[in-house]
């Protein structure tokens, strides 16, 4: 048996969640028997899909649910060598005994540093991807506003419209993440919704409508859109973080959705299997030719798991939020 | 010339509107001229969407912007004759002289009342058959959810369902409306969501989810379809009446659209041009069939369209609400 650690939910969240609602439990990994292989986390992602699971299908007092990358340490299993790096869902475990299923190998392009197969390369950047594309069925050259454009999936879906030729209003909550989408990424327009009027800034923003929303915030950032939106235009719905946990104004101006012939569409990452290899094809390319540029925010150890989802409901994070747990 | 009269908006409401804001303007119709002809208007159609454009593009002291029937009393236009009956979007005139621009010959089933024309084979017709088919995706035996199923689009919405063979449940507001749509029109299960707890009669009368909710409420009633929406179903957004006349609180349950991946989409009834030859050959045979029931609410008098027109907002209407105006 190896000792090992787990992040569990101890108690569901009430509002916004804080470190009481999880423990650091102490493990122990079984022997690695045969057909298994035992793997050491290496990096763990932290995401808002995972705050509304915290009062639904998580369970209490197991790992939290999650993804991240590890290294295998021990093979019994012929699918998988010692020292491979593999892609895994399997909840917050430092070191896991597991059979392999659900888990995949990643081949890792050497130019490219480890953790953007955890945000660009990975599940956040195929969710920006497909939901901008596949979902947004966005054409060069369109009018784009972007919301939580200084997070992990908003960052890559106004670079990926920039790509396009479109032009691109960013939504954010800080001024240095203005300043990074402005100055680094390039965007053609930034707004503070907290310290901005946002439905005059985002008018004066897209003096031509908006023909793709990228929703990741709901309720007043939902509500500015709503009425700039051109006909037949779209909003990707990739999340509604001001709602997570709870409170937030309800939304209101949903009739444009009418007149304009607006289409409003969910989406998980989940639905995008199919777009895989083109998109790690593209993706690839942009990050080594830099036209795609990303922000980290790494917490280093394991334990601080919960403080880094928290982190992300307050806005601490610039760019995608990663737990470093080992090299 | 001829005296004819006139429905003018004198004023811009503000929430419900009053019959102060309208008015009853005498006129002249100027003499035909070569290629035009004048029109006696038989049967006009108030309907909800005309409530927003009271304050937006209807312009004042100029005929309210509308639909109805006339028929060709005086011809200079080789393409009509005279007693020839045309449907005309005009605005709300008695008698008119046109160059015939926008105006259509209508062929009428000697087997059908003229009225229907104005509903279930008009304008609202064609909004519940191109919403729920074409925008709504519907497929033979799915579970779907009607609101306003009481009112002319709704009832007509919920009826195509079930010759679809769909488990059908109606939302209305009056207690005869609920005895309609069980008895006559034939719904598996109606809701008063003026006397009943909507989300729990809801779950309730769809205990399989919704696959398809048709829109045309907001609000309280949006609310209590999304947490029952099934993966990849669809909302037909075509009207939000609960918000027209202000008031009435916000959306909160969007983030539903997430995890389900359903699509909202918003149309309009001139989206639906290329059905418009299956429409109505479907629904004819519908109507002499028996299949589609309906039921209207005739005012009398071309000065009561004021009248009709708020009494829809206030559930006064059994059905389409028309404003007869000469035989």
């Given at each position: 048996m190896t000792k090992t650690r787990e992040i569990h939910l101890v108690r569901r969240p009430s509002g916004m969640p804080v470190l009481a609602d999880f423990s650091v439990a102490d493990a122990n990994a079984p022997e690695t028997g045969e057909g298994e292989i035992k793997v050491q986390t290496l990096i763990m992602s932290v995401d808002p899909y995972m705050r509304p699971r915290l009062n639904a299908d998580q369970p209490l007092n197991a790992p939290l649910l999650g993804g991240g990358i590890g290294r295998?340490?021990?093979?019994?299993?012929?699918k998988f060598a010692e020292g491979q790096l593999v892609r895994q869902g399997?909840?917050?475990?430092?070191v896991h005994v597991s059979d392999g299923k659900g888990m995949s190998i990643l081949n890792r392009?050497?130019?490219?540093?480890?953790?953007?197969y955890m945000h660009a390369l990975g599940g956040t950047g195929i969710t920006a991807y497909g939901g901008l594309?596949?979902?947004?069925?966005l054409k060069d050259g369109e009018q784009v506003v972007v919301s939580t454009a200084g997070g992990a999936v908003g960052s890559v879906v106004a670079q990926i419209a920039k790509i396009k030729g479109c032009h691109v209003v960013g939504l954010t909550g800080t001024d240095d993440k203005v300043a990074w989408l402005r100055?680094?990424?390039?965007?053609?327009a930034v707004i503070n919704y907290k310290t901005q009027n946002l439905a005059e800034a985002l008018q004066a923003a897209a003096p031509k409508g908006i023909d793709v929303y990228f929703e990741n915030v709901g309720g007043a950032q939902l509500d500015a859109a709503l009425p700039l939106m051109n006909v037949h235009g779209r909003v990707p719905v990739c999340g509604m973080i001001s709602t997570y946990n709870g409170g937030g104004e309800g939304v209101r101006?949903?009739?444009?959705?009418i007149y304009k012939r607006v289409r409003m569409e969910g989406f998980v990452a989940t639905d995008f299997a199919h777009l895989n290899g083109a998109f790690m094809s593209d993706m690839t390319g942009w990050l080594k030719s830099g036209q795609i540029k990303y922000q980290e925010t790494v917490l280093d150890g394991f334990e601080r798991a919960p403080e880094g989802l928290i982190g992300l409901f307050e806005g601490r994070n610039h760019g995608k939020m990663l737990i470093h747990v080992a090299d």
């Open positions: 295998v340490i021990e093979s019994r299993n012929p399997v909840g917050f475990r430092e392009d050497p130019d490219l540093p480890l953790s953007v594309l596949d979902i947004g069925k100055e680094e990424a390039g965007l053609d101006n949903l009739f444009n959705l």
